[in-house]
């Protein structure tokens, strides 16, 4: 089975944005940067073979920590989030 997106194996599931007859499941990407002592984060955003994602703009020092800094953004700060990037396509 292959994955729906590259990084999809340190992602998880935080939630859906539907709008509309759009849906895109969100997913928050985890990833040790060892030289900081760190863990850095992303947004991937995927509908019906479409993908999108952002860079990483999460830089915390535990993974509870990303996932609380996620819980900041609304649906709407997410929404932008999706219409301003092009779709990646799924890998």
Do not use: C, N
């Amino acid at each position: 089975m292959s994955l729906p997106f590259p990084g999809a194996e340190r992602a998880k599931h935080m939630g859906e944005l539907r709008r509309g007859g759009e849906h895109w499941d969100v997913y928050l990407e985890s990833q040790p940067r060892a030289e900081l002592g760190a863990l850095r984060g992303r947004l991937h955003f995927v509908s019906q073979g479409r993908h999108r994602v952002t860079g990483w703009i999460f830089l915390e020092w535990q993974e509870r920590e990303i996932h609380e800094r996620f819980g900041e953004f609304s649906a709407v700060e997410l929404w932008h989030f999706v219409e301003s990037m092009p779709d990646g396509g799924v890998s």
